[in-house]
Structure formats: C-alpha cells, structure tokens
C-alpha cells in the first residue's frame, strides 16, 4: 500500500471512529486510533501515515510526533475540505 492510499483509508477511519463536527470535519484522538484493532490491522506505521497525512494538510494536530500513552488525548482533526474532496469523487 503506498502513502496516498494509507491517507486514504486513515481518512475513512477517522470518519468510522471519530466525531462530525458542525464544520464538516471529523475530530477523534490519538488513543481512539492507536488502539482501535482495525487500525492496528490495517496501518503498519499510523505515527507515520498521521504525519503523511498532516504534511498534505488533510488534518491536524498539535505537536510534530504523537507517542502511544503520552498523547492519548490529542485530538487528530480531519479537515472539512478532506471530507468534501471524497463525498465529490464518489
């Protein structure tokens, strides 16, 4: 799987586990995804597919490096923008 499709479905993910916002957007934290076992299957390296991600500025979060325990609570926010880009290519 290459980094546009890991975005794709960490984008999907986001939207099953996380909350819509007024928005648009979807927010969710860390700890939900880390330890969500279909994530766990599906992404080798989710710190990596979340950065990936936040560099092609489809969501955001604070801090630059997001570790298991410590950053439970930071909350990953899928931008409005993302979830339109999907609902118009379908």
């Known amino acids: 799987m290459n980094v546009e499709e890991e ?7 986001i939207q ?3 909350q819509s916002q007024p928005d648009g ?9 880390f330890h969500d076992d ?3 299957n599906i992404f080798e390296a989710l710190v990596g597919t979340l950065r990936a991600a936040k560099k092609r500025k489809i969501l955001t979060y604070d801090g ?4 298991q325990g410590v950053h439970d609570n930071v909350e990953i926010i899928l931008k409005a923008e993302a979830t339109a880009t999907d609902a118009a290519a379908v």
């Not at 975005?7 to 993910?13: A, C, I, P, S, T």
Request: proline letters at 0%; hydrophobic letters at 40%; charged letters at 30%.
């Open 38 to 40: 279909r994530c766990a």
């Open 64 to 67: 630059e490096l997001l570790l």
């Open 7 to 13: 975005v794709g479905r960490l984008k999907e993910e």
């Open 25 to 33: 957007s979807y927010k969710v934290t860390f700890g939900v995804l």
């Open 16 to 18: 099953r586990l996380g």
